[in-house]
T-cell receptor
Framework: GAGVSQSPSNKVTEKGKDVELRCDPISGHTALYWYRQSLGQGLEFLIYFQGNSAPDKSGLPSDRFSAERTGGSVSTLTIQRTQQEDSAVYLC???????????FGPGTRLLVL | LAKTTQPISMDSYEGQEVNITCSHNNIATNDYITWYQQFPSQGPRFIIQGYKTKVTNEVASLFIPADRKSSTLSLPRVSLSDTAVYYCLVVPISSGSARQLTFGSGTQLTVLP
């Protein structure tokens, strides 16, 4: 079956612009995660969705970051008024539940000029 | 939070066995230990998971001592294609915050010819 997909694969934007990153999780997976990975660094947790429960937003670095998950499937991560320090790879993962194996997408490489 | 500590990097030669140790002194009774592998420009991929003693699959073995304050990922007879970053992760079995899923900076394993 299909794995986790993300789009776009690469995004170049200008400082101050808004960007939207998309994640299509594995069908049937109720848990969805967003992470950020800066060059040469580990993964930084951003936000977690589980079914219809309120998302765990504890990792979002500022109020410029937000995420939605429509219909319990596709998720969109939005970064408003992008800054150069937002440049990173944004990874999405899904699993059957919080405690289960996470399956990662290929990531979106964001470059803010 | 069960913070993990791993060596930043390790070098090995083809055909050798590689052991990567992770410290997790504050691991809780109901936490699992999970290892992921990440190649450049890809999302992390699950390798192995365990709770105690020893777990083995077709890729690796995981050794966990009785006190569970550390774990060792063992890769038998590594090849050049095993060059990657390896992450140790402590996963709460019971319901908890996704914020606890801390990947850290991982261990860069470089396999030399």
């Amino acid at each position: 079956g299909a794995g986790v997909s993300q789009s776009p694969s690469n995004k170049v934007t200008e400082k101050g612009k808004d960007v939207e990153l998309r994640c299509d999780p594995i069908s049937g997976h109720t848990a969805l995660y967003w992470y950020r990975q800066s060059l040469g660094q580990g993964l930084e947790f951003l936000i977690y969705f589980q079914g219809n429960s309120a998302p765990d937003k504890s990792g979002l670095p500022s109020d410029r970051f937000s995420a939605e998950r429509t219909g319990g499937s596709v998720s969109t991560l939005t970064i408003q008024r992008t800054q150069q320090e937002d440049s990173a790879v944004y990874l999405c993962a899904s699993s059957g539940h919080l405690q289960e194996t996470q399956y990662f997408g290929p990531g979106t490489r964001l470059l803010v000029l | 939070l069960a913070k993990t500590t791993q060596p930043i990097s390790m070098d090995s030669y083809e055909g050798q066995e590689v052991n990567i140790t992770c410290s997790h002194n504050n691991i809780a009774t109901n936490d699992y230990i999970t290892w992921y592998q990440q190649f450049p420009s890809q999302g992390p991929r699950f390798i192995i998971q365990g709770y105690k003693t020893k777990v083995t699959n077709e890729v690796a073995s995981l050794f966990i001592p009785a006190d569970r304050k550390s774990s060792t990922l063992s890769l038998p007879r590594v090849s050049l294609s095993d060059t990657a970053v390896y992450y140790c992760l402590v996963v709460p079995i019971s319901s908890g915050s996704a914020r606890q899923l801390t990947f850290g900076s991982g261990t860069q394993l470089t396999v030399l010819p």
